[in-house]
């Protein structure tokens, strides 16, 4: 979390002196929330899933769709099963994993509109 906001904000800072100086916009914009509440590594490191999981997402759909393979490691359900919040069940919300760091990016996505955002299997123990 430390990580991606440094990032987003060492981005933004090199970005700020080409915007008008007036507007004051480094720093005050809010950083994204990104919470892991489930442990075990990701399906690649960090850096490469910051840069690419829309399109291991997007190529998994369509090979998904028109050729019928299948690889679990990259599937959308995989990701929400380790993704969602401890709290909500959900990636999604305003301290979604997937929906804050897009809200903050200004991404749009539909998938979850057929795919349901809530994690599955309940975290063993969990007591709600
Ligand atoms: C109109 C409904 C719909 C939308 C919108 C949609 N999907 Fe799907 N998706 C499906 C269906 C149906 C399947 C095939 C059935 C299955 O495997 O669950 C599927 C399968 C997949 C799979 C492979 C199976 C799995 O669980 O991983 C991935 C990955 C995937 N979709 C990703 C996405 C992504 C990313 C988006 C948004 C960019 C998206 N989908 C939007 C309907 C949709
Ligand atoms: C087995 C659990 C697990 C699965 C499955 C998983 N992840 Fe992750 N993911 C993690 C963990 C843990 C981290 C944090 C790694 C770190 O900070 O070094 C992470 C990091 C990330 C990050 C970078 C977050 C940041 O700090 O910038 C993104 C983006 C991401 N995952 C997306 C996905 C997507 C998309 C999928 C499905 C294709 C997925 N993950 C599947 C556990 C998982
Ligand atoms: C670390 C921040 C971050 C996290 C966490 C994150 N995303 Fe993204 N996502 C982005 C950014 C930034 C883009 C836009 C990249 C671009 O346009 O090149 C994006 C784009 C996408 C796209 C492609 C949208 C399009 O129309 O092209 C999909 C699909 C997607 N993300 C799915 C997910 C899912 C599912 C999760 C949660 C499992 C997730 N993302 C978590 C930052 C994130």
Not at 27 to 46: N, S, Y
Not at 70 to 96: P, Q
């Amino acid at each position: 979390m430390a990580r991606i906001a440094a990032a987003i904000l060492a981005a933004s800072l090199a970005a700020a002196p080409l915007a008008d100086a007036g507007e004051k916009r480094a720093g005050r914009v809010a950083l994204p929330v990104v919470k892991i509440t489930k442990g075990g590594d990701c399906v690649a490191p960090t850096d490469e899933m910051r840069r690419n999981h829309m399109e291991m997402l997007l190529h998994q759909r369509d090979r998904t769709m028109r050729q019928g393979l299948r690889e679990k490691r990259f599937s959308l359900k995989n990701c929400v099963e380790c993704h969602a919040s401890r709290d909500t069940g959900s990636v999604l919300g305003k301290e979604g994993f997937c929906s804050s760091c897009h809200a903050y990016a200004s991404v749009k996505i539909d998938c979850f509109e057929c795919h349901t955002p809530m994690r599955q299997v309940p975290t063993a123990g969990a007591p709600r």
